[in-house]
C-alpha cells in the first residue's frame, strides 16, 4: 500500500484548494528507494513522519480558516448564523471528503467528521471548529494511503481489480502526479474505467492533459542530474552562473517534453536528436547566432553536440566542483540510463581509492589510468570510465573544448555495454542504438508507476517483460511506454490474497 | 495525574520505582538514567598523509590513563575533563562490508553492518531505543520516548532524503527502521510551550480539540487496517502507534521547575533546516546563509537537548551533527570547502580537518558544560547521564575504522571518568562499548548487534 509522496501531497492538497505554498517540503524526508521516493516498501512511519503530518495538516488547517481565507474556502462561512453552522459544515464535508478519500463516502463517514466539528464547537470558536475537519482529513489514512480492497475477477480467484475509483487513483498519480480530477471521477462512476482497455483509453486521454507534462518533467528532475544545476559551484570557471545553470535546466526539461510529447517521441530521438531548445543566455554559451530573448526556441545549428547525453547540463550536473571526473560521469549513464549496477568499492579495494593529483601533464584520461591497469579496479570501472571519458571535450560546465591544459584529448573508447564510438557524438548514437538503453527507460518508468524498485517479486516479472517488448515493437516510443504501462497485467489488477 | 477544577493537570515527580535498578553494589551507584549519543563526522586526525601512514595524533590524550592532558583537538574540553572517558584502540565491528561512511553510521549505534550492501540499513535497532523500551514500560511518562535532533542534515548524496548516509538510529529489530532526526529548530521549541502558564485556560481547550481529532484518526486507522491485508495493516498499525503516542503525550503536561525552564527563543531565520533538499551529490551547491548559522542553531538545538532531559520530556536523545557527506561548508572558519572536500575530496587537509574537530570538541564541551550546570536534585544531570561522542570512521583519508575517536561523558551507572583506557589494537569493537553502556542502564545482557564483532562488555564502571 503506498503513502502519498510530498510531490504528490503538495499538488493534492492544491486541488483540494487547500493549499498552494509548497507545506509537503515539512514532511517527513522520503527514503531514497527506487530515486523517486515513492516505493511502498520504503515508507517507513516514525514518530517524527507522524508528528510533520501532524504539523503540516494544523499549519494548513490554520490558513485556510484564517478570518480573511475562510469565507473564500467556504463561501457560506461568511457571517455565519449560529443555526447554519452544522449545515454549512456538512456541505463542506459532502464535498470535500470523497476527493480526499477519492473515493464514494460509505454510509456515517460524512457523519463522523460532522459530529467532530461538533465536539470542537463546544468550546473552540467556529474557524477552529473547522480546522479539525481540515487537520482530521490531511491525516487520514483514507486520504495520505493508498489503500486498495478491489473487486473479484470472474474466473480468477487469485487475483482482484482495482475498484472504479482505485483505479482513477492509480492513474492520476502515475500519470499526473496528483489526485483525480471531475473528469476521471466521472469515468471511473460510469465503469469506464473497469477493463483494461478503458484504462488505457482513459490514459490516452490524461497524456493530452498539461498535467502529465508536468508529471513526465518531474520523472525526468529525478533521473537526471538536472534539478540542482542553478546551484552547481564553478567558482573556478569562468562563464557559469545560476542563471545560466538554471537555463540548462530548462533546456533539457523543454526538450525531453517537446520530443515526447509534440515530436518524434521516441527515446532514441532524445539520445541522438541533432536539435535542442535554447534562449539567449544558453545560445551566446554555445555559440549559436541569432537568438535573442528569454523564451525557449528550438535550435538546430548544433556544433559538437547530439542529443540528451551532450546537453550542458547533463554533463555538468555528475561533476564535483570544478574538477573534472569521467568516473561519476560514466557511473551516471551506465548506472542510471543503462540500469548496471555497479557496487562502491569496499575492503581492500576501497583502501585503494583515491583521487588522481593534478597534473599538468597529463589530460583527465590519463590521470585516471590506473582504472584500466589496476586488476582491482578494472572489473567495475571498465564499464564506467570509458563512457566517461567520452565526454571529455566537455569542461565542468559543459562548454566544449579541443584541448585540456593545451593536449590533445582522446575520447574514443570501447563500452562493453553499447560498443565503440569516436567521441560524445558517435557516443549518443550507439546509446540511442542500444536495446540495453531502451530497456533501462523503460524498467525506471515501471518502477515510478508501480512505486517499486526494481527486481520486483513474483508476478511484476511479466508485466515488466511485456512492456518492455511493447516499447522496442512501437519503435521505443515513450506516450507509447506509458500507454503499456497503463494497460500492463501489474497495474490493472492486485492479488486476491496479500500477505 | 493530578487534575484540579480547571482541567490542569499537575505532574507528580516521578518517582524510582520503575524496577529498572541494578542491586546496589558496594559503591552503591545510581543505575544510569539518561543516555544520549553525539555524532560528529569525519572522524579526527591522527595521521597526516591520506593513507594513514604518517602518524600525527591531536586527538588521544598525553599523560597517564588516570591523569590524561588533553591534545589538540580536545583541548576545549580540559574544563570538563574530569567527567570524560577517552577509549582508545576499538574498532568499528563492520569495517568495509558496505560502503565506507554509511557503514560507519549505520553501525555506530546498532554494532551491525548494512543489511544487504550499500545504501541499506541495519537489520539491529540501535541502542538508544532499546533503553528507550527500557524506560518505557507501563505508562510512558515521557513526552518524547526519544528526541533525535541534526543540525545542518542530509547533505551530498541524500539530498535531503533520510538514507544510509544520514541514518543513525533504528527503530525495530529485523527490518529496515531508520529513523529520521528533527532538523528544524522552531519546530523543536514548541515542545517547551506547555512550560508557559495557560492562565486563560486556552491551550487546555486546544488541547482536548486536538485529542478530539486524533481519537477520530484513531477509529479511522483502526477500521480501514482491519479491511486491508497482513503487510499493510501492519503500516497502519505502525502509523496509529504513533499517532497514539502524539495522544498520549498531550496529556503529559510539565512543571517548570527552577531546573526546567522553556529555553530563550534564537530567532533562526536564515537558517533553512531542509536546504539538504537542493544539495548537490559533490557539495557544489553551497547554501552560505544557511551554513554560517550552524555555530548558533547548533547552539540552540543543544541547549533544548539539555531541557528536554532536564524537564523529564525525554531520557533518550541523538544530537547529529550533519552527516557522513558532511558537505557543507564552515564559514566562521574561514573554511570554504566542504568537510568532505578535507577529508578526503581535494586529498586529507590534516590542518582543516584539525579545525573542524576542535570547533566540534568546543561545541561537545559546551554540551557537556550545560549539562553539568542543571541541579536534578543534589547531583546534576551529568552525573545520572552517559554520553557516547563518536564519529562514523577514525582516519577520512581512507576511511580507517580501528582507532576508533570515542569518548564517554558523564557518571550515570557509575561510569568511572576522568580516564583514558587504551585497548590494544585489533581486539575490542564498538560492539563491546555498546554492551557496556547498556549494562550500565541496568540492562545485562552481555552482547549486541552482529554476534561475530562481540568480544564482551568493556568494564567501565
Not at chain 1, 566517461?388 to 569542461?395: C, L, Q, T
Not at chain 1, 516510443?477 to 501489474?490: C, G, H, R, T
Not at chain 2, 545520572?384 to 575517536?405: A, I, Q, T, W, Y
Request: hydrophobic fraction near 40%; aromatic fraction near 8%.
Amino acid at each position: 500500500m503506498r503513502r502519498l509522496t510530498r510531490f504528490e501531497y503538495n499538488n493534492t492538497v492544491a486541488e483540494l484548494k487547500l493549499d498552494t505554498s509548497n507545506q509537503a517540503v515539512n514532511l517527513a524526508a522520503e527514503l531514497d528507494g527506487n530515486g523517486f521516493g515513492n516505493d511502498a516498501d520504503n515508507q517507513p512511519v516514525s514518530d517524527t513522519t507522524a508528528a510533520a503530518y501532524k504539523q503540516v495538516a494544523e499549519s494548513i488547517a490554520a490558513a485556510v480558516t484564517a478570518p480573511d481565507t475562510l469565507p473564500k474556502f467556504l463561501p457560506c462561512a461568511a457571517n455565519i448564523a449560529a443555526s447554519a453552522e452544522v449545515a454549512c459544515v456538512r456541505g463542506l464535508v459532502e464535498g470535500l471528503l470523497p476527493q480526499a478519500y477519492r473515493r464514494p463516502l460509505d454510509a456515517g463517514e460524512a457523519d463522523e467528521v460532522v459530529a467532530l466539528f461538533q465536539s470542537s464547537r463546544v468550546a473552540s470558536t467556529f474557524a477552529k471548529s473547522v480546522a479539525s475537519v481540515l487537520e482530521f482529513t490531511l491525516q487520514s489514512p483514507d486520504f495520505l494511503y493508498r489503500p486498495e480492497l478491489g473487486v473479484p475477477v470472474a474466473g480468477r480467484a487469485d487475483l482482484l481489480r482495482p475498484t472504479g475509483a482505485e483505479m482513477a487513483t492509480r492513474l492520476s498519480y502515475f500519470l499526473w502526479g496528483t489526485q483525480p480530477d471531475d473528469s476521471l471521477r466521472a469515468a471511473a462512476a460510469a465503469h469506464a474505467l473497469d477493463t483494461t482497455d478503458g484504462v488505457r483509453n482513459q490514459a490516452t486521454l490524461m497524456l493530452a492533459d498539461p498535467k502529465a507534462r508536468k508529471l513526465v518533467t518531474f520523472f525526468f528532475d529525478n533521473l537526471l542530474p538536472i534539478s540542482n544545476l542553478a546551484q552547481l559551484e564553478r567558482t573556478g570557471v569562468a562563464g557559469f552562473s545560476s542563471k545560466l545553470g538554471a537555463a540548462m535546466r530548462q533546456e533539457t526539461e523543454t526538450f525531453l517534453e517537446h520530443v515526447i510529447f509534440d515530436g518524434e517521441g521516441t527515446w532514441p530521438a532524445a539520445l541522438a536528436a541533432d536539435y535542442t531548445y535554447v534562449n539567449e543566455d544558453l545560445a551566446k554559451f554555445y555559440g549559436i547566432a541569432g537568438v535573442t530573448g528569454s523564451e525557449f526556441r528550438k535550435v538546430s545549428d548544433l556544433n559538437h553536440r547530439r542529443g540528451l547525453l551532450t546537453q550542458a547540463g547533463m554533463v555538468a550536473g555528475p561533476l564535483a566542483s570544478d574538477k573534472g571526473n569521467p568516473v561519476t560521469r560514466g557511473g551516471f549513464i551506465v548506472k542510471k540510463l543503462l540500469c548496471q549496477n555497479i557496487p562502491l568499492p569496499t575492503g581492500d579495494i576501497a583502501a585503494l581509492v583515491k583521487t588522481p593529483p593534478a597534473d599538468p601533464t597529463k589530460t583527465t584520461r590519463e590521470r585516471f589510468a590506473a582504472h584500466s591497469v589496476n586488476g582491482a579496479c578494472r572489473g567495475c570501472h571498465i564499464n564506467m570510465d570509458p563512457v566517461g571519458f567520452a565526454f571529455e571535450n566537455y569542461d565542468t560546465i559543459g562548454q566544449w573544448r579541443d584541448t585540456e591544459q593545451n593536449l590533445p584529448i582522446d575520447a574514443s573508447g570501447d563500452s562493453p555495454l553499447v560498443g565503440k564510438f569516436n567521441g560524445p557524438s558517435e557516443f549518443a548514437q550507439r546509446m540511442a542504438e542500444s536495446p540495453v538503453a531502451q530497456a533501462c527507460l523503460a524498467s525506471h518508468w515501471v518502477n515510478y508507476a508501480y512505486g517499486r524498485k526494481l527486481p520486483s517479486a513474483g508476478s511484476d516479472a511479466c508485466s515488466v517483460l511485456s512492456v518492455q517488448s511493447k516499447f522496442k515493437d512501437s519503435g521505443y516510443n515513450v506516450q507509447k511506454l506509458l500507454l503499456s504501462v497503463a494497460e500492463s497485467d501489474a497495474f490493472n489488477y492486485l492479488p486476491a490474497v496479500r500477505e | 495525574m493530578l487534575r484540579g477544577a480547571t482541567g490542569v493537570a499537575i505532574a507528580l515527580p516521578w518517582l524510582e520505582i520503575m524496577g529498572h535498578e541494578k542491586t546496589a553494589s558496594a559503591q552503591s551507584v545510581t543505575t544510569a538514567k539518561r543516555y544520549l549519543t553525539v555524532f560528529q563526522p569525519g572522524g579526527t586526525v591522527t595521521f597526516t598523509d591520506q593513507n594513514g601512514t604518517v602518524p600525527s595524533d591531536r586527538f588521544w590524550p598525553t599523560g597517564t590513563s588516570d591523569a590524561p592532558v588533553m591534545n589538540t583537538i580536545n583541548k576545549p574540553l580540559a574544563a570538563i575533563q574530569k567527567k570524560l572517558l577517552f577509549l582508545q584502540g576499538l574498532k568499528m565491528g563492520p569495517a568495509n562490508t558496505g560502503e565506507q561512511h554509511q557503514e560507519g553510521i549505520v553501525g555506530l549505534l546498532t554494532g551491525s553492518k548494512q543489511l544487504n550492501g550499500p545504501d541499506t540499513y541495519s537489520g539491529y535497532a540501535s541502542i538508544d531505543q532499546v533503553l528507550s523500551n527500557r524506560f518505557a514500560t507501563g505508562p510512558t511518562p515521557y513526552t518524547q520516548p526519544t528526541l533525535e535532533m541534526a543540525v545542518r542534515w542530509a547533505t551530498g548524496k541524500s539530498h535531503g532524503r533520510l538514507s544510509a548516509i544520514n541514518s543513525l538510529n533504528f527503530a525495530y529489530e529485523g527490518k529496515h527502521s531508520p529513523i529520521e532526526p528533527r532538523i528544524d529548530p522552531q519546530q523543536i521549541f514548541k515542545m517547551f510551550a506547555n512550560l508557559t502558564p495557560d492562565s486563560s485556560g486556552a491551550r487546555a481547550i486546544e488541547t482536548a480539540r486536538t485529542k478530539s481529532v486524533l481519537d477520530l484518526l484513531d477509529k479511522r486507522y483502526t477500521k480501514l487496517a482491519a479491511r486491508l491485508g497482513a503487510a499493510d495493516k501492519l503500516k497502519l498499525q505502525e502509523h496509529l502507534d504513533k499517532i497514539r503516542k502524539i495522544e498520549l503525550n498531550l496529556d503529559t503536561i510539565v512543571q517548570g521547575t527552577s531546573v526546567c525552564k522553556a529555553p530563550t527563543a534564537v530567532d533562526t531565520k536564515g537558517y533553512n533546516p531542509s536546504t539538504g533538499l537542493q544539495s548537490s551529490n559533490d557539495g557544489s551547491t553551497v547554501d552560505t546563509s544557511t551554513d554560517a548559522l550552524i555555530p548558533k542553531v547548533g547552539q540552540f538545538m543543544m541547549d533544548m537537548m539539555v531541557m528536554a532531559m532536564a524537564c523529564d520530556l525525554t531520557r533518550v536523545g541523538t544530537f547529529q551533527w550533519t552527516d557522513t557527506e558532511a558537505k557543507h561548508t564552515f564559514p566562521w572558519l574561514n573554511l570554504n570547502s566542504h568537510h568532505h572536500f578535507y577529508q578526503h575530496d581535494g586529498g586529507f587537509r590534516p590542518d582543516e580537518c584539525t579545525k573542524i574537530d576542535t570547533w566540534y570538541a568546543e561545541q561537545h564541551a559546551y554540551l557537556l558544560q550545560a549539562m553539568d550546570k542543571v541541579d536534578m536534585g543534589g547531583h546534576t544531570l551529568l552525573d545520572e547521564s552517559v554520553v557516547f561522542f563518536g564519529s562514523e570512521l577514525s582516519h577520512p583519508g581512507n576511511h580507517r575504522k580501528d582507532n576508533m575517536p570515542f569518548i564517554l561523558a558523564g557518571n550515570g551507572g557509575g561510569l568511572k571518568t576522568g580516564r583514558h583506557l587504551k585497548f590494544p589494537a585489533g581486539q575490542r569493537s564498538s560492539n563491546d562499548l555498546l554492551v557496556a553502556i547498556l549494562n550500565l542502564f541496568g540492562d545485562s545482557r552481555t552482547s549486541y548487534g552482529e554476534p561475530g564483532f562481540n568480544h564482551g562488555a568493556l568494564s567501565l564502571a
